[in-house]
């Protein structure tokens, strides 16, 4: 789910209802898929790779653990997001020119798959009412910038 770093407060505030533990939760979260993301998309010196890990290690391991929405919930959330990783890494997989178009559709489709974490967030601090309104948003942000599967498929 690709939100710009500009609109991600307000974005996290909304999702997170008031709740300030759900909020950092989702703010650490961010924070590590961005990072993941540079380290594999971006064409970095060794410097920068190394010190995008360690501040991704940092939240993992330090910030994480440490966080109270994490800790209480995290026997929901850990299935969750062992499937975001495990589409985020199978989506570049199906992306490539071997596989056939309907498994390119469903890598695109996939690779944003930090919108179930979000939705699981929302409907733990909101309710379903509040997940709903959540999944609108998700979708209004996750097309907004007009990408298709095609412009995807190029790269």
Not at 34 to 41: K, L, R
């Amino acid at each position: 789910m690709a939100i710009d770093k500009d609109k991600l407060h307000n974005f996290l505030a909304f999702v997170s209802n008031g709740n300030p533990d759900a909020y950092r939760y989702l703010e650490i979260m961010a924070r590590v898929v961005y990072h993941a993301d540079d380290i594999v998309d971006e064409q970095l010196d060794p410097a920068e790779v190394q010190d995008l890990m360690a501040q991704l290690l940092w939240a993992v391991f330090v910030e994480l653990p440490r966080n109270r929405f994490h800790v209480e919930h995290s026997l929901v959330l850990a299935p969750l997001l062992s499937d975001v990783i495990v589409q985020w890494q199978k989506s570049d997989e199906w992306r490539v020119p071997e596989s056939n178009y309907a498994r390119k559709v469903f890598g695109f489709v996939r690779r944003e798959n930090m919108d179930g974490l979000v939705g699981a967030v929302a409907g733990i601090v909101g309710g379903r009412k509040h997940a709903l309104a959540v999944a609108e948003k998700v979708m209004d942000i996750c097309h907004a910038d007009g990408e298709t599967v095609d412009d995807w498929i190029k790269g």
